[in-house]
Nanobody, 126 residues
Framework: QVQLVESGGGLVQAGGSLRLSCADS????????MGWFRQVPGKEREFVAA????????YYVDSVKGRFTISRDNAKNTVYLQMNSLKPEDTAVYYC???????????????????WGQGTQVTVSS
C-alpha cells in the first residue's frame, strides 16, 4: 500500500524558491513512477513533472522546464520537486502521485496514477 504525504508548500515572492517533498510510508516506493501535478480552482489537474523508478529519467511540462527539478531518494521513500524562479502563475495546490507503470514517466495524463497525496498549497505573490 502506498500512502503519500506532501510537505513544503507555502507563500513565496515571485522569483523565489520552494522545495516540495512527498514521503511514502509503504514498502514499494521504488517500484513506482512518481509524478507531481497541480490544480487551481475551476481548472483541471495539470501535469508538472515525473520521474521513473530509478530516478534516471525525468519529464517536465514546458512551462516549468529549466525552473523545476524533480528527484527521488528511494532509500528515504521520498520524491522532491525543487521549484526555482517561481512565478505567480505557478500558484496552485500541488499533488504528488504514484503510478505502477514503470514506463509512465513521459506521459502527462493523470489517469494512470493510482495513489495521490492530499496536496500542498503553493502561493506565489507578484
Amino acid at each position: 500500500q502506498v500512502q503519500l504525504v506532501e510537505s513544503g508548500g507555502g507563500l513565496v515572492q515571485a522569483g523565489g524558491s520552494l522545495r516540495l517533498s512527498c514521503a511514502d510510508s509503504g514498502r514499494t516506493f521504488s517500484s513506482y513512477t512518481m509524478g507531481w501535478f497541480r490544480q487551481v480552482p475551476g481548472k483541471e489537474r495539470e501535469f508538472v513533472a515525473a520521474i521513473n523508478w530509478s530516478g534516471g529519467r525525468t519529464y517536465y511540462v514546458d512551462s516549468v522546464k529549466g525552473r523545476f527539478t524533480i528527484s527521488r531518494d528511494n532509500a528515504k521513500n521520498t520524491v522532491y520537486l525543487q521549484m526555482n524562479s517561481l512565478k505567480p502563475e505557478d500558484t496552485a495546490v500541488y499533488y504528488c502521485a504514484a503510478n505502477p507503470d514503470i514506463y509512465a514517466y513521459s506521459r502527462t495524463s493523470a489517469a494512470g496514477y493510482r495513489y495521490w497525496g492530499q496536496g500542498t498549497q503553493v502561493t506565489v505573490s507578484s
